[in-house]
């Protein structure tokens, strides 16, 4: 907080009265990044796979894998933190997706986790965001699930 508060020239108890927590910033600030997700078209491959390539992108940008990264990790130990991430960040692209999908929660949140994880899993073994051609190969793997 003290290295936002001085990158925003303000004081630190200035954040704390607009957000309780780092984590509660970090989300807005990500909801901020991820928003809006683009808009899915007619045909369920192609839109599912612009989904990814999305995704993959905003991840890749300068701070933003970090930062995304950084918030699941510390909402492991911390139950009002993971609220947030749930019902702020998740929830609305759940939504979305079970609307435009027509399948289940469960089977949904296994693609935000299948994608989500793996482009993480990347940035944070080998330190910089997966590259084109191996987005390219996760959709098809991803989109598996939804054939059929």
Not at 8 to 32: E, F, H, N, V
Not at 73 to 92: G, M
Not at 134 to 148: G, H, K, Q, Y
Request: glycine fraction near 8%; charged fraction near 25%.
């Amino acid at each position: 907080m003290d290295r936002i508060a001085a990158a925003a020239g303000t004081a630190k108890t200035t954040l704390y009265r607009r957000w309780p927590s780092k984590g509660a910033l970090i989300i807005d600030c990500l909801l901020d990044v991820f928003s809006p997700m683009p808009e899915l078209g007619e045909d369920r491959t192609a839109a599912l796979a612009g989904a990814v390539r999305w995704l993959a992108g905003k991840i890749g940008e300068p701070g933003v894998g970090a930062a995304f990264a950084g918030v699941f990790s510390d909402a492991v130990n911390d139950p009002a933190l993971r609220e947030l991430l749930s019902t702020r960040f998740q929830a609305p692209y759940l939504e979305m997706l079970k609307d435009y999908l027509g399948e289940s929660e469960q089977r949904i949140l296994m693609f935000i986790d299948v994608i989500t994880g793996t482009l993480l899993h990347r940035l944070g073994m080998i330190g910089r965001p997966m590259d084109d051609e191996d987005v390219e190969i996760l959709i098809p793997m991803a989109l598996r699930a939804f054939e059929a």
